[in-house]
């Protein structure tokens, strides 16, 4: 009898803990299915003598939502995924305007929120190159889109933004996510624990402050041809550009305009007067010297600290500078930017070589001055960084005015699509044949070396040996639209510097590599690209129904092994109350 008490026991045990490891797994965990996993790009973040900007967190854990959520709705847990589509549709159509107030409100605001997520046009990702997302896009479209990343970066960057905010590519598995999401939304319940819908997830380490962070310049020179018995040291014409990048995901930071185009630029033209000093009979009396340089975003550090390791003998050489940004996405008209007065006898001398020779290949070119201030730690202009060590230079650029710190500086609305080759062929002709105006024996030149006479006659002309080359400037356009250049995630020998340095070499004579420290007002964060797993998350009141059906489940089927084996007798047994042990002692 005590054996059959005790088999008895053992089983309601066993039952009893069946039920509650149910009951745990159940309460406690989420049912879920891994909707996809998608990459995502963290949005900037740095300090600039010791004020904080861009997004200060990077892990992310909340429910999904949309930006047709209801007013008045607690989102401190809600990560907002929002399309720059309709950021496009939002500027157009103004009876939309309270979805881009909402945005401005809650990143200017700082108002209490899970995070944000952008989703960007699939023709923006470098990494997947498909034909087919470009032609997608009608022309105003892109302009559109390219109008609204404009002001969304320059939103993003300056603010202090404390919740995670990410970026990602639009494809078919997210854009079902957010149909889903939308629908959940409109519906006026938002994603909760108790409603279910997605949640995302990004798991990703504290970002951390990257130390010492290098920035590197690289120099190369093409000697000029001295006369015999000529004591004095040849004067020089420098070519300079800055390759570096900044952006509200430096991750996605390529810069194709500012300054891809630029680098483009400086190594075609390095490329043809190497073709053109090859010769003794065509080279000049000059010295070329071309300069990648580093640190641009941050106030052309980089030219700072170069110019610096200059002797002054080098310095007092140099007759003129000439910097190039941004020469990509331009029609008809470029600017010519300088710190002296236009009155200068150097500047008049600059600004008529390029403008004649613009007028020849039907360019418009403007002289705009802006006088600096010595003082002032702020550079809008990389030849400012030469006017401040009294060098005569200039900036060619599409931009009529400086843009602002940090800002126009190879971001999210600068890719490979609002890119004009054509534009780039055009600034080089114009750039290197105002050069060699300066210093080659023109009317001989053509004369005697290519047999040619008149005054609409170039140098650089096409179906030469000296045309430029469309297919190198396409080559390297291409390759500088799929590579982040953020200074401080460059290493000192990062593919991308070694292969600016070979190219260099190539071309020029006596290539040097400079490395230097960013200055210390500049602090920039690491953990910039992360994976993004999306779940589809169960209600509570499905947790709790899948609960009582399981438990039913388990009651029905011990019931029923209990009758089976033992009798109808024993099922009631099990739940009768045993009489007392006074009634027993009786």
Not at 344 to 356: D, H, P, R, Y
Not at 368 to 384: D, G, L, Q, Y
Request: hydrophobic share 40%; net charge neutral.
């Amino acid at each position: 009898m005590s054996s059959r008490k005790q088999q008895e026991r053992q089983m309601l045990e066993s039952i009893y803990s069946m039920i509650a490891l149910v009951f745990i797994l159940v309460t406690c965990m989420e049912l879920c299915d891994a909707a996809t996993v998608v990459d995502v790009y963290r949005l900037i973040q740095y300090d600039i003598s010791g004020a904080q900007f861009g997004s200060r967190f990077a892990t992310l854990n909340h429910h999904a939502g949309s930006l047709h959520l209801p007013p008045g709705v607690d989102l401190s847990r809600t990560v907002v995924i929002i399309p720059v589509r309709e950021l496009n549709i939002t500027l157009v159509k103004v009876k939309q305007l309270n979805q881009l107030i909402f945005m401005i409100e809650f990143i200017a605001q700082r108002k209490p929120l899970g995070g944000l997520l952008f989703l960007l046009p699939q023709m923006l990702n470098f990494e997947n190159r498909d034909p087919t997302s470009e032609s997608k896009y009608q022309i105003h479209e892109k302009k559109l889109t390219k109008n609204v990343l404009v002001e969304l970066e320059r939103l993003l960057i300056h603010a202090n933004i404390p919740y995670p905010v990410y970026f990602a590519f639009e494809d078919d598995d997210i854009d079902a996510v957010l149909a889903d999401v939308k629908r959940n939304d409109a519906s006026g319940q938002p994603a909760t624990a108790t409603t279910g819908s997605y949640k995302l997830v990004v798991s990703a380490p504290e970002p951390k402050r990257i130390a010492s962070p290098a920035i590197t310049n690289i120099q190369g020179w093409l000697p000029g041809l001295k006369a015999d018995g000529d004591p004095n040291q040849l004067p020089t014409i420098a070519i300079v550009a800055s390759y570096d990048t900044f952006g509200t995901a430096p991750a996605l930071s390529v810069g194709s305009d500012s300054n891809g185009s630029g680098i483009v630029a400086l190594l075609e033209i390095a490329r043809l007067f190497s073709l053109l000093y090859s010769n003794p009979k065509t080279r000049g009396r000059y010295n070329l010297l071309f300069g990648l340089t580093s640190g641009g975003p941050y106030n052309y550090n980089g030219t700072h600290k170069w110019l610096r390791s200059f002797d002054q003998r080098l310095r007092e050489s140099i007759d003129y500078a000439i910097c190039l940004n941004s020469i990509g996405s331009w029609d008809n008209k470029l600017w010519i930017h300088v710190s002296k007065p236009p009155e200068n006898a150097f500047i008049k001398q600059i600004f008529e070589g390029f403008s004649t020779v613009a007028e020849e290949l039907g360019i418009e070119v403007s002289l705009k001055h802006k006088k600096i201030n010595i003082s002032n730690p702020r550079v809008a202009w990389e030849h400012e960084q030469f006017s401040k060590l009294r060098v005569t230079a200039a900036t060619l650029t599409e931009l009529s005015a400086p843009p602002e710190l940090l800002e126009s500086t190879g971001g999210l609305s600068d890719s490979r699509h609002f890119v004009n080759e054509d534009a780039i062929v055009r600034s080089i002709k114009l750039v290197a044949e105002s050069i060699a105006t300066n210093f080659v024996k023109l009317p001989s030149l053509r004369r005697h070396v290519y047999g040619y006479q008149g005054k609409n006659i170039q140098i650089f002309a096409d179906d030469t040996s000296l045309a430029v080359n469309a297919p190198y400037i396409r080559s390297w356009l291409d390759l500088l639209s799929q590579t982040p250049r953020v200074a401080p995630f460059l290493s000192k020998n990062d593919p991308f510097v070694m292969a600016l340095k070979k190219e260099l070499e190539d071309h020029t004579h006596e290539v040097n590599v400079q490395h230097e420290v960013l200055d210390g007002m500049f602090t920039i964060y690491d953990s910039t690209k992360a994976k993004l797993n999306i779940y589809q998350v169960a209600s509570v009141t499905f947790d709790l129904l899948l609960l009582l059906v399981l438990g039913s489940y388990l009651i029905i089927l011990f019931t029923f092994l209990v009758i089976t084996t033992r009798g109808l007798d024993d099922l009631i047994s099990l739940f009768r109350r045993p009489p007392s042990r006074k009634v027993k002692a009786a």
